[in-house]
């Protein structure tokens, strides 16, 4: 079987053409034949099926595109040729051979033509051309289509071009003629295209053709796009013009030119793996005249590597020579190589006679910009400190080519000269794990994968990591590498074992880390102690003790030096190797104290922001201290729950390291009340899992305090938090000592909510009368407390006892009562648990669609709050009642969002449930009859927490 991209979209088994469906459905295989052998997300095809605006059944209308495909690929014998199209981790891949899609047969063509040389580059080259039938992915409707349309039309441009080139280079002019002047026509503002035209007219014999095309094209582009055409077409146009190649400007030097011209290039280095982004913005540069690029990136990361691999690629751009010098900016020894060093370098290679360079550095440089000027040379300028060693070093002539490599963004560059910059980050973990195979063998490799795995994990895609890794992994190689990663394992050893010297990792962080200025190197160090994987600004300026303007003036020299990187607006995070390093750093260079009175800053800041998002979140719950402790920090602004939410889904992952940090450092006072400031958005958010060790941890940090309001909130929230989790080992224990506690400490509104919390564990365990007495309970000291949200609460856990009890005419006045007063009081929670308690009641009584309306303002209101907690209970719900209807689709496609919300939350018996009811183990669309028959359900109930 065999598919087709570049043309119509389609698929013939033999000779047999296949009928793939309508376009949407062609849209689904393109897609999936684009992707071959990596799934696609559900979501992701879903967007490029109908791009911003996806109807309400885009999900079973996809499902079916696929079911409609497998059952073609069935029919056609594709199963016995190994193609298959299978589900995989939320999405759909399609497995096929390679060879058998027309777009993948092309690619290697051509890059076997690249590879190749000579008449057989022209063979194959031209047969990869032959497989295109029309534009790509014809028949295919959407955005996407059209965006992959383009990139696959630019891979057919470059593979004609470089067709086009191989005939001029045989002399082979005649035979390219109608199908570059048929391409050029169809891009008639590809300048490359107009180029080759151009010389394969003249070199036919048709000058004043080439002229007349040319003079076409340029009035086109000034009238159209209002621009001139670009360096290569200008100087294309020159050349004919002259009848030959403009000639380099006289230049008068000291002494003849040697014969042979400078190639000053290292060696290229060995195993060199992906960066295909980096090189492909390097070739698109290297068009440009007078171009100056700079590679950017943390030591270690591999610049060097890359401006040499794209070097030695690249050298027929550069006939007249290549000049390198390293510059040791950055060298550990401090070695660092002056412009005017350089300068009588670069003269000597230019055959400049010893004695005939001047002695200052201005002449030197005004006598080196003259002898290459006109040249087209390659000059690279390795590890560069700043932008003013570096100056001289340019030349005034726009036909060289100038690369640097440096640890600093070199800003004054890009502003005076207009320098390209391109960043290196670290390798993905495929392209290391290619490096890594390709050093030390693939069968190595692939004996002890899960080994490896752990070693990429510990190298963090740090290309000099890996090299010091596979260097003693080759040096061993009858040693398991178990060996490494137990080494690598404990972080306190990590650099140790990647330690090689001046070149090791240690030895690269060093000496990036001695150029910083004095307080650019205390928050270096400082950062490294702070917890999380990022950090925000103004954590960053709690953390140094500083105002955020300053702040941020500091870490931009971090990030200037690429110790840090800004990887989200204002966000800013280390490499792992790095934080290791920072953290030498403050045990070194930070005095203990400072460290400390560091980390309690933070600490402050992250307890005040989150208590001030919980206070919001849940404003009607019964606080237990009117404010929290934060050693002077101001609070992040927030004014609002939707603010709130923000600042927590941002902050969440630092907030949490800061109390585990808090609980390491048995700083207890701050430890639990960073666990109440947490509690509501835990809640709101189903950090379940989070939440029990946030209490268990707050637990033992209240009992060494000893005081008692403290003692009872922690086993108040840690017996309600495991409970909703799914645990009942000591649930009761822990909450009825909270009630003792509370009751002994005078605090009656928090035993209120004990009560009302006690009752929502026994209802979930379908101990309902139980559960109503502590509703009542809680109902009645409300009540007495004038607790308005209180009673609310309690009145809904009361009406929702009373429905599991099939008390259903009881039940719904309570649950009407309670939605009166948390609409009165303005709390959404309440609301969006109040109606979801009065559609599971009319549900019971019959009322499918009216408890279908009730569900549905609850669903919508918990997304409007954010409660992904509770928004997966009213789906199940409302799955049933249509389901109760007969409308076996959009129940099922409730189901189906509450089952991903389950699963994403961790809740395994809620989520087995709910697939029973795909499996048909307990089908709800059979719903019981509203009679006193009827039993109770087995859902979860609503009541606020």
């Not at 200008?234 to 230049?251: F, I, T």
């Not at 400190?385 to 600093?408: M, Q, Y």
């Not at 190197?521 to 953390?543: D, H, N, W």
């Not at 400390?596 to 005040?608: D, I």
Request: hydrophobic share 45%; aromatic share 6%.
């Amino acid at each position: 079987m065999d598919f087709q991209l570049l043309g119509p979209v389609g698929a013939t088994a033999g000779r047999r053409r296949v009928d793939l469906g309508p376009p949407r459905q062609r849209c689904v295989l393109a897609v999936l034949l684009v992707e071959a052998g990596s799934a696609v997300p559900t979501e992701q095809l879903i967007d490029r099926l109908w791009e911003q605006h996806p109807p309400r059944e885009a999900r079973s209308t996809l499902y079916s595109y696929v079911t409609r495909i497998r059952a073609v690929l069935q029919s056609s014998g594709a199963a016995a040729e190994g193609v298959a199209l299978v589900r995989r981790a939320g999405g759909y891949l399609l497995d096929v051979p390679p060879e058998q899609v027309d777009l993948n047969r092309f690619r290697r063509l051509v890059k076997d033509g690249r590879a190749a040389g000579g008449e057989r580059a022209g063979s194959l080259l031209r047969r990869a051309l032959a497989l295109w039938k029309a534009d790509a992915l014809t028949g295919v409707p959407g955005m996407w289509a059209e965006r992959t349309r383009a990139q696959l039309e630019d891979e057919r441009v470059m593979a004609y071009l470089a067709y086009a080139d191989n005939r001029v280079d045989g002399g082979r002019y005649e035979e390219l003629l109608p199908g570059l002047r048929a391409l050029a026509a169809s891009h008639p503002f590809d300048e490359r295209l107009t180029a080759r035209l151009m010389t394969v007219l003249e070199r036919c014999g048709r000058q004043a053709e080439a002229l007349h095309l040319y003079e076409r094209v340029r009035t086109q582009l000034a009238e159209q796009l209002g621009v001139d055409p670009g360096p290569e077409l200008r100087r294309r146009h020159l050349e004919l013009l002259s009848s030959a190649p403009v000639p380099a400007p006289m230049v008068l030097v000291p002494r003849q030119l040697p014969r042979q011209l400078p190639r000053q290039l290292p060696m290229a280095p060995t195993g060199f793996q992906g960066r295909a982004r980096e090189l492909a913005e390097l070739n698109r540069a290297a068009g440009t005249d007078g171009l100056i690029v700079a590679l950017v990136g943390p030591g270690g990361v591999g610049k060097t590597s890359l401006a040499l691999h794209w070097a030695h690629r690249s050298l027929d751009r550069f006939p007249d020579g290549q000049l390198y010098a390293n510059l040791r900016g950055f060298s550990p020894a401090g070695e660092h190589l002056p412009a005017s060093t350089v300068l009588r370098d670069f003269l000597e290679a230019l055959g400049v006679e010893p004695s005939a360079i001047p002695p200052g550095g201005d002449a030197r440089a005004a006598l080196y910009r003259s002898l290459i000027a006109g040249r087209r040379m390659l000059v690279v300028l390795d590890d560069v400190r700043d932008a003013a060693e570096v100056t001289p070093l340019l030349p005034g002539s726009l036909t060289c080519t100038v690369v640097l490599t440096s640890r600093h963004r070199l800003a004054g560059l890009a502003v005076a000269y207009g320098t390209s910059v391109v960043s290196l980050d670290v390798l993905s973990p495929g392209e290391a794990r290619t490096l890594l195979s390709r050093r030390i063998g693939a069968a190595r490799v692939e004996t002890e994968a899960r080994t490896v795995t752990s070693l990429l994990e510990y190298c963090g895609g740090l290309p000099l990591a890996l090299g010091v890794l596979a260097s003693r992994a080759t040096a061993h190689p009858e040693f398991p590498l178990s060996m490494l990663a137990e080494e690598l394992e404990e972080e306190s050893d990590r650099l140790d074992a990647l330690d090689a010297g001046d070149a090791g990792v240690r030895a690269v962080f060093a000496s990036s880390y001695r150029a910083l200025s004095p307080i650019a190197a205390r928050a270096f160090g400082l950062l490294g102690c702070a917890p999380g994987p990022s950090i925000g600004l103004p954590a960053i300026a709690a953390l140094l003790g500083l105002p955020i303007p300053r702040a941020r003036t500091v870490v931009r020299m971090l990030e200037a030096a690429h110790l840090v990187q800004q990887h989200a607006p204002a966000r800013y995070r280390m490499h792992d190797l790095v934080r290791l390093y920072a953290m030498e750093v403050a045990g070194r260079d930070v005095p203990a104290d400072a460290r400390e009175a560091a980390l309690r800053r933070l600490v402050g800041f992250y307890l005040r922001g989150a208590y001030a998002a919980g206070r919001l979140l849940y404003p009607h719950r019964v606080d237990i201290e009117p404010a929290a402790c934060g050693d002077g920090v101001v609070p992040p602004p927030m004014g609002t729950a939707g603010q709130a939410l923000a600042w927590c889904d941002t902050e969440y992952v630092g907030v949490l390291a800061a109390f585990r940090l808090a609980a390491a450092h048995t700083w207890d006072d701050a430890a639990w009340r960073l666990a109440w400031a947490l509690d509501a958005y835990c809640l709101r958010r189903a950090h379940l899992a989070d939440l029990v060790e946030i209490w268990t941890v707050a637990t033992r940090a209240v009992d060494r305090l000893g005081e008692p309001l403290p003692r009872a909130a922690a086993r108040w929230r840690l017996g309600l938090s495991r409970a909703i989790f799914g645990e009942r080992d000591g649930v009761l224990g822990l909450l009825r000592t909270a009630v003792a506690l509370f009751a002994r400490a005078g605090a009656a509104g928090c035993q209120a909510q004990v009560h009302q919390s006690i009752g929502l564990v026994m209802s979930r365990w379908k101990e309902h009368e139980p559960a109503l007495h502590h509703a009542r309970r809680a109902l009645a000291m409300s009540r007495t407390l004038g607790n308005v949200n209180g009673e609310a609460n309690a009145l809904n856990s009361m009406a929702w006892c009373l429905s599991q009890l099939r008390r259903y005419d009881l039940a719904l006045p309570h649950a009407e009562r309670a939605l009166w007063l948390f609409r009165g009081g303005d709390d959404p929670d309440g609301e969006a648990a109040a109606l979801d308690s009065m559609g599971y009641i009319v549900h019971q009584m019959g009322r499918y669609r009216e408890a279908i309306g009730y569900y549905t303002s609850a669903i919508r209101k918990r997304r409007m709050i954010g409660n992904v907690g509770q928004e997966p209970d009213s789906l199940v719900r409302i799955g049933d009642s249509y389901a109760a209807l007969g409308e076996s689709c959009h129940a099922r496609a409730a189901w189906r969002r509450a089952l991903a919300l389950y699963r994403r939350q961790h809740r395994v018996s809620e989520a087995e449930q709910v697939q029973a009811r795909f499996d048909g183990a307990r089908p709800p669309w059979r719903p019981p009859r509203p009679s006193a028959r009827h039993g109770p359900s087995r859902a979860a109930p609503p009541a606020s927490c």
